[in-house]
C-alpha cells in the first residue's frame, strides 16, 4: 500500500485526486494540505511515501517546500503534478528533489504509473517534461566530466527507460547499468535519477 500525501491550494482538484486514487487499491490517501506549510506539518503527522505537490501556491512556493517535505519524518518522495513546465520551473523542482514532473491533464493511468515509480526510487518524467529538459541543453558546451558511456546511459534515463530496458538498448546486463548510475550519481552529487537529469542538463551534459 503506497501511502500518499495530495497538496494543492484548489479544493476541486483535491477532491478529484483523491476520487481517482481512491479507485486503485494499491493507494491509500492519508492526507491532504492546501499550501506548503500545511503539507509540511501534514507529513510530520501522516508519513506518506509520496507527496503529489502543486508548484503554484500561496506562500511557500513548491519548489522550496520540497527539501522541506524530503526532511520530515518518512522521507517522503515527492512528485510534482503542475500546469507550468517552464525550464525554471522544472530543473528547479529536480534539483529541490522532486522524484517525477507531471503536467495537469495527465490520465489517471500515467499519475498512477508516475506514483509507483517515484515510490520505487526511479523517476518520471512526462514525455513533454522530458523532450524540454534534454532540448534545452542543445547549444551548451559539453564538459567531459561524465564518460561518453555515462552520458550515453544519462541521455536514455531522461527519456524515461527503466535500468532493464537500457540494458537491453546498449546490450550490457543491468549490474552495469546500475554501476554507471551509481558512478553518475556520485559525480554530479546527486539522490536520484531525476536530480541527475536536472543536473546535467544545467551543465550541458546530456
Known amino acids: 500500500m503506497i501511502r500518499i500525501l495530495i497538496v494543492d ?48 501556491m500561496p506562500g511557500t512556493n513548491g519548489v522550496e517546500a520540497i527539501p522541506k517535505l524530503r526532511a520530515t519524518a518518512g522521507h517522503p518522495r515527492v512528485l510534482v503534478l503542475t500546469a507550468y513546465d517552464t525550464e525554471e520551473r522544472v530543473l528547479g523542482a529536480l ?61 536514455l534515463v531522461a527519456q524515461g527507460l527503466s535500468n532493464k530496458q537500457i540494458a537491453r538498448q546498449l546490450a550490457i546486463t543491468e549490474r552495469t547499468v546500475k554501476f554507471h548510475m551509481t558512478s553518475i550519481f556520485n559525480k554530479l552529487g546527486a539522490e536520484n535519477r531525476a536530480q541527475a537529469i536536472a543536473v546535467a542538463a544545467e551543465r550541458g551534459l546530456l
Open 9 to 56: 491550494d484548489h479544493p476541486v482538484v483535491r477532491e478529484g485526486l483523491v476520487a481517482v486514487l481512491g479507485d486503485d487499491r494499491d493507494f491509500r490517501v492519508v492526507g491532504t494540505a492546501g499550501s506548503a506549510e500545511e503539507a509540511v506539518a501534514t507529513a510530520e503527522r501522516a508519513r506518506p511515501d509520496v507527496v503529489l505537490l502543486d508548484l503554484e
Open 95 to 155: 534539483r529541490a528533489g522532486a522524484g517525477g514532473y507531471l503536467l495537469k491533464g495527465a490520465a489517471a493511468a500515467e499519475i498512477a504509473q508516475a506514483i509507483r515509480a517515484v515510490h520505487e526510487g526511479g523517476s518520471y518524467l512526462t514525455p513533454r517534461v522530458a523532450a524540454r529538459v534534454v532540448a534545452q541543453v542543445g547549444d551548451l558546451r559539453r564538459s567531459g566530466v561524465l564518460s561518453g558511456r555515462e552520458r550515453q546511459v544519462l541521455r
